[in-house]
């Protein structure tokens, strides 16, 4: 059974940096792309970004480009989602979650491609 444990939310300011971790457990992490959802209050959960097995290949949502960088060790089973510049439409519930398969990458941000998830970390950002 997989577990994902997220950390790292918290209340920061616009302008600001933070990074999320991921912990994953119960299954060979090196073998799965892995990602990162956020979702707003009365929104629906929507793709911020996703990392390939060796972390050589991603892709990020036009919304966090240039400002959100994600990262794994495949030693540690943990992904990162380093966040700068946040802005106050940032603000959400962050999840990670582990893929189905290594990468494909025309279905990295299809919500559907990944089966497990982990109970998610706010971020607030104060403008």
């Known amino acids: 059974q997989v577990q994902l444990v997220e950390s790292g939310g918290t209340l920061v300011q616009a302008g600001g940096s933070l990074r999320l971790s991921c912990a994953a457990s119960?299954?060979?992490?090196?073998?799965?792309?892995m990602a990162w959802f956020r979702q707003a209050p009365g929104k629906e959960r929507k793709f911020v970004a996703a990392?390939?097995?060796?972390?050589?290949?991603?892709r990020y949502a036009d919304s966090v480009k240039g400002r959100f960088t994600a990262s794994r060790d495949n030693a540690k089973s943990t992904v990162y989602l380093q966040m700068n510049s946040l802005k106050p439409e940032d603000k959400a519930v962050y999840y990670c979650?582990?893929?189905?398969?290594?990468?494909?990458?025309?279905?990295?941000?299809?919500?559907?491609?990944?089966?497990?998830w982990g109970q998610g970390t706010q971020v607030t950002v104060s403008s």
């Open positions: 979650a582990m893929g189905s398969r290594a990468w494909f990458y025309s279905r990295m941000a299809d919500i559907n491609e990944y089966p497990s």
């Open positions: 119960g299954r060979t992490f090196s073998q799965y792309a």
């Open positions: 990392i390939s097995t060796t972390g050589n290949s991603l």
